[in-house]
Antibody, heavy 114, light 107 residues
Framework: EVQLVESGGGLVKPGGSLRLSCAASGFTFSTYSMNWVRQAPGKGLEWVSSITSSSYIYYADSVKGRFTVSRDNAKNSLYLLMNSLRAEDTAVYYC????????WGQGTLVTVSS | DVQMTQSPSTLSASVGDRVTITCRASQSISSWLAWYQQKPGKAPKLLIYKASSLESGVPSRFSGSASGTEFTFTISSLQPDDFATYYCQQYNSYLWTFGQGTKVEIK
């Protein structure tokens, strides 16, 4: 069974940093592109970043230069290092991937507030 | 980037009604489109993938179809548990995009 479990969320002050993790199981992690998607309170879904199986990386303009995505195939894990956090980064962050269909984790809440 | 235009943004309907939501892609995405249902405080739940494939365990009253760059999601007979927000998502490119969402409300 495919499982994606996010962790690392919490309360952080504006300008601070946080590192999210996504532990994957039940599929061959190294062969799939992985993604981060977020949802601000009361808002829609926003794609944040993708990292391919070959480690090509893509970012949304809203996080470019502040967020860094990475993966560790030996640990079946996906990461998102978030620097220079802003209030507007407050959201639930999900990791997800697609094959024919889509698989999502349950999300981890990041709150940026003083 | 591919833009996804979803309509309507809000829909008021009654139990038993047929409900249709549309997403239009700004360019070809083949059939790489998914539909999700989301309830408050919960992760999105996959209902339809590859435009028209029903996710395992999802009731058959949910369906999806495609015509070129226009995608349609239908609930054939709205049930009380179906009042929620629905999103489309394209996954043809590495840069995923989502529709703005459709909130299905009780009429």
């Amino acid at each position: 069974e495919v499982q994606l479990v996010e962790s690392g969320g919490g309360l952080v002050k504006p300008g601070g940093s946080l590192r999210l993790s996504c532990a994957a199981s039940g599929f061959t992690f190294s062969t799939y592109s992985m993604n981060w998607v977020r949802q601000a309170p009361g808002k829609g879904l926003e794609w944040v970043s993708s990292i391919t199986s070959s480690s090509y990386i893509y970012y949304a303009d809203s996080v470019k230069g502040r967020f860094t995505v990475s993966r560790d195939n030996a640990k079946n894990s996906l990461y998102l290092l978030m620097n220079s956090l802003r209030a507007e980064d407050t959201a639930v962050y999900y990791c997800a991937f697609t094959s024919q269909r889509a698989y999502w984790g349950q999300g981890t809440l990041v709150t940026v507030s003083s | 980037d591919v833009q996804m235009t979803q309509s309507p943004s809000t829909l008021s309907a009654s139990v038993g009604d047929r409900v249709t939501i549309t997403c239009r892609a700004s360019q070809s995405i083949s059939s790489w489109l998914a539909w999700y249902q989301q309830k408050p405080g919960k992760a999105p739940k996959l209902l339809i993938y590859k435009a028209s494939s029903l996710e395992s365990g999802v009731p058959s009253r949910f369906s999806g179809s495609a015509s070129g760059t226009e995608f349609t999601f239908t609930i054939s007979s709205l049930q009380p548990d179906d009042f929620a927000t629905y999103y489309c998502q394209q996954y043809n490119s590495y840069l995923w995009t989502f529709g703005q969402g459709t909130k299905v409300e009780i009429k």
